[in-house]
């Protein structure tokens, strides 16, 4: 997850009204579902298309510190939690692990099935808990409650207990996309980030593809995985990094997946869609255009946003030749990285304005407001400070700060079905981007 977990600053307010150079002048953080409903811990909000009306937030654990605990999805409906968790998940929850990713299928409504990404309890195949891809369906008898038994996916060996990242969404060609972090140890000295194979824990980056030695085979850290989770596969290829070769697996690699042919990538993994990464912590497809928009968040100077126009090829994004625009070590403006890689839309500094220490991606936002259509929000856990970039067209981004926020550690955004956004902090509060002027109807926008 974030970097830095700790406790909320300061206090939130029931709502704050936004006082800067965007439209309109009434924009206002709104209390949701109201003014005095927490959560454990909100990591993300979410919603299918199914017609329900119904808001899901996932609460990343019951008790912050444990290897042993438990998260939850939260049904929201008509303004009030639902008594009976939506589904509750055995995770383990020291540092930034928990329940951390939720995507609903697009075919929700008639086939009844999403995914979930957590931090399994108990060893792994790394040195700390596996992160989790699962699928779960909900029965028509009862579509507020999940059925409890799932099915594993994919599992990748972690080893360290941060940088998990762990968000999870459909893009518009119907593929899962999973973001997964460096592994946690600080300067990515194994380089994960830049390996595209699999490899050891040996702080030597030159070793990618080789996995003799001793100690636990990693892959897929400081990556987007990108599945298509609704086929299979009879026999593995060797490419097939989260699988046995030869044996069936329960995804296919979608076309795009520029690792996906074994014949050319041999050693390298066919679920890589985009690589370069240190903690995509949260991430977001434009629901009107289908781009992708990237939080990594960075170490000692340095947080990005990264962008990928839809339709491109898996690329680079630079981690750990590059922190934000910045040469790490060094923090040298103008870092080119390795070749052919993606220099991030913007970056903003540690010590300086605004003094963050963690960005929280956010979403392009859609929704009933129409000034603020098209345009990107986002924020940072530690100023807890809403940003939003108004020309998303711009080759380099800059970004306004909205005055008059409450005390946000921010973990998380999310889009209802309508495009609202909403954005939780670790206090356990939860805010809905707000316009007094602009009537809340139900603004249907296409693809959720």
Sequence with gaps: MLRRIGTCLTALVASASLHAAIDPADLELVRWPDASTTFSEPVAVRAPNDGSGRTFVVERCDNPGSSNTTGHLRIVRNGAVLPTAFLSVSVSCTS?????????????????????TYTATGGGLGDSEDQVLARYTVSAANPDVA???GTVILRVPDIADNHNGGDLHFDHQGYLNWTMGDGGVQDDPNGFAQCTGRKKADDNPASCHSTSGSGPTYYLLGKIIRLDVHAATAAAPANFCGATAGQPAPYAIPPGNPFRDVGLHPQDCAEIFNWGFRNPYRFSFDRQTGDLLIGDVGQDAWEEVDFQAAGSAGQNFQWNTCEGRHTFPGGTLGCSGPAGSVVPKLDYAHNAAPNGCAVSGGYVYRGPIAPLRGRYVFSDYCTGDIYVVANTAATVWTYETLAGTPGLNTYGFGEDAQGNLYVGSSGGEIYRFHSPSYDDVIFANGFD
């Design 96 to 116: 930034e692990q928990g329940l951390l990713g939720l995507a609903f299928d697009p075919q929700f409504a008639s086939n009844r099935t999403f995914y979930v």
């Design 147 to 149: 059925n409890p038994t």
